[in-house]
C-alpha cells in the first residue's frame, strides 16, 4: 500500500507557495510512522512507513494496539470509505519528553483518498476519527498566508503532548490543502526546531568534523536524512535481500539523490560555494552508515528506520 508521502524542508522547491492561502499548522511527532486501511477481504490492513507488517512483526507493540482498538479502527474506516488513515505510532526514538499517556498511542496525522489520489481535509476527516474513537492530532493554528516569523514563533512554541517544563517538540508542519507544487504534486512543508537536530544528531551519532566549517559536511548534514536513507533501502530491499548488492547500492543512490535533487536547494543557500564532489561523497557515506547501522555492524538499528 501507499507510503506516506516526504515531508519537505521549508525554503525547498518542492513547497514553494505552500505558504500562499489557507494554512494549517501541525505539530510534528518524533516516532514511527505506521498505517491502517480496509484490505479486499474486509480485514484491516495495518503497516509501518515502508513495508506492509507481516504475521511475525509486531513493530514495537503496533499490532498489539490495532487487536485492542479494532472497533474504532472499523468505525473510522467505515465512516471514511476507500482511505488509508496515517498516523504516527508513538515510541521513544529521539525526543523522550511526550508525557506518559501519549506513549504507545496512535496519533491520526493525514488522511488518504484512494480513489481521488489526494489528502482528505482536517475539517473533513477529524470529527470522523475522533467519534470513532481513536487519536487525532489537532492544527495549533490557523492561518492564511503565514509568514515565516509566525512559522518560527510556532516552531518554538510547540509542547503538544509534551512534559510540562520539558521544553518543545520536534517542529512543525504546514499544510494546504488548495496547494499544488509546480510539478502537481500535493505535499507538506516541516520546519524542524534547532535544538531538535543537534539532539538528533547526538542520538545517530552524527561526526565531528573540527571547527573549520566545511561546506561538504554542511551539505551532507542537511540533505543526508534518516528519511532519505530508510527510503531508498526500502526500495532496493524489494528486489534484493543480499548485503553484498544491497549495501553498494544503497551508498551510490543516496549520494546520487542527494547530488541530483539537492545541490540546487545547497548551492542557493550556500551561495555558489566551491565543492568538492568526491568529499561530498564520503560525507553522504558516512551519514548513510549512521542511519543503516545495522547493514555496516555499527550499532542496534531499531527506531532508525521507521
Sequence with gaps: MRKYDHLERWGHDEVEGIDVGDCLIFPKLDGSNGRLWRTEWGDIG????????????????FRRWIADQAGAIDRALDSLGNVIIYGEWLVPHTLKTYRPEAWRQFWVFDVWDIEGERYVAYDVYAREIADAGLKLIEPMARVRNP???QLYKLVAANTVLIQDGAGAGEGVVVKNYAFRNKFGRQTWAKIVRAGFKEE?????????LGEAFQVEAAIAEEFCTPELVAKERAKIE???????HLIPRLLATVFYCVVNEEMWPAVKKHKLPTVDFK????????RTKQFAPDLFG???AEGVRS
Design 46 to 61: 495495518f503497516g509501518s512507513r515502508n513495508r506492509v507488517l507481516g504475521p511475525d512483526d509486531d513493530h514495537m507493540g
Design 238 to 244: 524489494q528486489e534484493t535481500t543480499d548485503n553484498r
Design 200 to 208: 538528533n544528531k547526538r542520538a545517530f551519532g552524527a561526526p565531528v
Design 279 to 286: 568529499r561530498l561523497r564520503r560525507f553522504v557515506e558516512d
Design 147 to 149: 509568514t515565516e516569523e
Design 298 to 300: 555499527i550499532g542496534d
